[in-house]
């Protein structure tokens, strides 16, 4: 590396975890801090109260969905609680090259997706974190606490968390949820280290 000042490449951070765990506070909070952005995901469920098209999702309906999966617009998609849920690739290469880090809150098949996309920069700049929950009791409790969805729903998000904790070890990092405050900081010193990485250097 020249004595100039080094240009670095954006992370793709793919973070994964059940649905509860603060996954999405955390990217938020980190993308506040500037220098990242939170990729915004397409989704064909129903948006939930306070929720905005084109801040927290692309709210799409199926039919629109599936038509852009055939035109081969997804950096990766997949059906979750009968939804289906999807990454745009229109800017996540664009801000991966201008030193943007672009967090993707994805689930584990998604995850999957991208892990093995063979595209270089993809394999330059990919780390990935999951979230685990406490316990399933704990998880439940937050789930319930935050009185957006039915009985029915919470057991259902419940039994696809069991699923997904097991695909913990597919991952870079395993971050066990405790407390805000030091979830935030276990995440920033993740953060922190990947972006010192010499494959990201241009």
Same mark, same amino acid.
């Given at each position: 590396m020249s004595d100039a000042i080094a240009m670095r490449l954006g992370l793709l951070i793919v973070v994964s975890g059940p649905s509860g765990t603060g996954k999405t506070t955390l990217c938020r909070r980190a993308c506040e801090q @500037? @220098?990242?952005?939170?990729?915004?995901?397409?989704?064909?469920?129903?948006? !939930?109260?306070? /929720?905005? *098209?084109?801040?927290?999702?692309?709210? $799409?309906?199926? /039919?629109?969905?599936?038509? !852009?999966?055939? !035109?081969?617009?997804?950096?990766? #998609?997949?059906?979750? *609680?009968?939804?289906? #849920? @999807?990454? $745009?690739?229109?800017?996540?290469h664009e801000q991966l090259r201008a030193g943007v880090d672009v967090f993707l809150d994805i689930d584990v098949q998604g995850a999957a997706q991208v892990r093995g996309c063979e595209d270089?920069?993809?394999? !330059?700049? #990919?780390?990935?974190?999951?979230?685990?929950?406490?316990? =399933?009791?704990? =998880? &439940?409790? &937050?789930?319930?606490? &935050?009185?957006?969805?039915?009985?029915?729903?919470? /057991? &259902?998000r419940l039994a696809h968390a069991a699923a997904e904790m097991q695909h913990w070890s597919d991952y870079r990092f395993c971050l066990r949820s405790s407390s805000r405050q030091e979830d935030a900081a276990r995440f920033a010193a993740i953060l922190q280290a990947e972006r010192l990485r010499s494959s990201l250097i241009l």
């Open positions: @500037g @220098g990242a952005v939170f990729s915004i995901s397409c989704t064909t469920r129903a948006p !939930r109260p306070g /929720e905005q *098209h084109g801040v927290d999702y692309f709210f $799409l309906t199926e /039919e629109d969905f599936v038509a !852009r999966v055939d !035109r081969g617009e997804f950096f990766e #998609y997949a059906r979750v *609680h009968n939804r289906w #849920y @999807g990454t $745009l690739k229109s800017t996540v270089d920069l993809v394999g !330059r700049c #990919y780390t990935d974190i999951f979230v685990m929950p406490p316990s =399933l009791q704990e =998880l &439940r409790a &937050r789930l319930e606490g &935050r009185g957006t969805d039915q009985a029915e729903e919470v /057991e &259902r």
